[in-house]
């Protein structure tokens, strides 16, 4: 006797028919400076993945040159390329599958592969209802860090005085400028401006060199505004250097241009280049390749901490979904949506973050099936 018909599953039959990019520019609420730039404006490119069955899914991605070497033009021109003719008529049941001709159609454009991967996994979600039960989320509330953008030391104490007042309790301090006075000026005008109270971190942006980095951290111990990380202080090869500042030992480092795959996660655990790690999903392709960044890098005894790019905060969002899966520790890096003008679907509660409502995450990332 024959059993019941089996369940189909709504992603049954789902294949990617065509993708539509649209690049356009998206305010700020203040200009976003570090060593390697400066930004006035969001560029913002939209994907939308359009699948058979009249479903639509959508992501939005922001280019970061310095880091990545996208643009948008280079962003669209990948989505509408060798992405979509990677992914194009794979059936969704096949995730596996699809992921991987993703990641391998071409070299490098992570942030297109990001915003392919994001839209991919928003249909996923579909019949899940949301991105955080398909990555075993419990969402709720995300420490984070928020940035203190390079200038004189006055401007930077008065901005970091702004946030602390605000509940932020750890600073991201951009330094790396040429001048190592003016970057222990800004350290401890900071210092001072906020009281022990308040976590700082540096973020040298690769500016330095070992020398420098030590140099800064020892000025830095004597005057007591021992910073609680340094990230990237050196260039991103320069994994000697980076070790050095990191056996050093006066604050752990953090490397961030130096990994972008899990692969890169290998080379630094392997020189002993840094304590923790920082994963942004325009660096590595996604949520797929994230996977594998996480599994590495806690493998290797690194902790990882989930970083943004100055992106859309619906991206964010997804980074801060992912974060609330790991492991509570010193906070996150996701301060990238609240240099947005709008923060919808975000909301910032210092000291933390939180995806007002997961559905409306879901509903930002992918329409749903009906
Ligand atoms: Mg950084």
Redesign the pocket.
């Known amino acids: 006797m024959a059993g019941p018909p089996e369940r189909s599953s709504p992603i049954d039959g789902l294949v990617v028919e065509r993708v539509v990019c649209q690049a356009t520019r998206r305010p700020l609420r203040a200009p976003f400076r570090?060593a390697l730039r400066e930004v006035k404006e969001l560029d913002v490119v939209e994907v939308e993945v359009h699948w058979s069955g009249s479903l639509v899914t959508a992501a939005s991605v922001s280019p970061t040159p310095p880091i990545t070497g996208e643009t948008a033009g280079s962003i669209s021109a990948a989505v509408t390329g060798p992405l979509v003719d990677a992914v194009g008529g794979v059936p969704l049941a096949e995730h596996e599958e699809l992921f991987r001709r993703l990641q391998d159609a071409i070299n490098g454009n992570t942030t297109a592969k990001c915003a392919v991967d994001l839209a991919l996994h928003a249909a996923l979600a579909c019949p899940l209802g949301g991105l955080a039960p398909l990555l075993g989320a419990v969402g709720g509330p995300v420490r984070t860090d928020i940035t203190v953008s390079l200038a004189d030391p006055s401007t930077m104490a008065e901005q970091a005085a702004a946030r602390a007042e605000e509940g932020f309790d750890i600073l991201?301090l951009k330094v790396g400028g040429d001048d190592v006075d003016l970057d222990v000026a800004r350290v401890t005008a900071v210092a001072r401006a906020v009281g022990p109270e308040v976590g700082l971190r540096l973020?040298a942006?690769q500016r330095w060199t070992a020398k420098t980095a030590l140099a800064v951290l020892d000025r830095l111990e004597r005057t007591g505004a021992r910073p609680e990380l340094v990230?990237?202080p050196v260039p991103a090869d320069d994994l000697a250097g980076m070790a050095a500042v990191t056996r050093h030992g006066l604050a752990p480092v953090?490397a961030?241009?130096s990994v972008h795959s899990a692969r890169d996660v290998l080379r630094v655990a392997e020189a002993q280049a840094a304590d923790a790690v920082?994963l942004k999903l325009a660096k590595c392709g996604g949520l797929r390749p994230a996977r594998d960044f996480i599994s590495t890098a806690h493998a290797c005894g690194l902790e990882v901490v989930v970083?943004c790019m100055l992106e859309p905060p619906a991206t964010v969002a997804v980074a801060a979904t992912l974060a609330s899966t790991l492991p509570p520790h010193r906070g996150h890096?996701l301060d990238g949506g609240w240099w947005s003008a709008d923060h919808d679907p975000l909301r910032y509660v210092p000291p933390s973050v939180l995806v007002a409502d997961p559905r409306r995450l879901y509903e930002a990332e992918g329409r749903a099936l009906s």
Do not use: F, H, R
């Open positions: 570090t991201k973020d942006n990230e990237q953090l961030d241009e920082n970083g890096d």
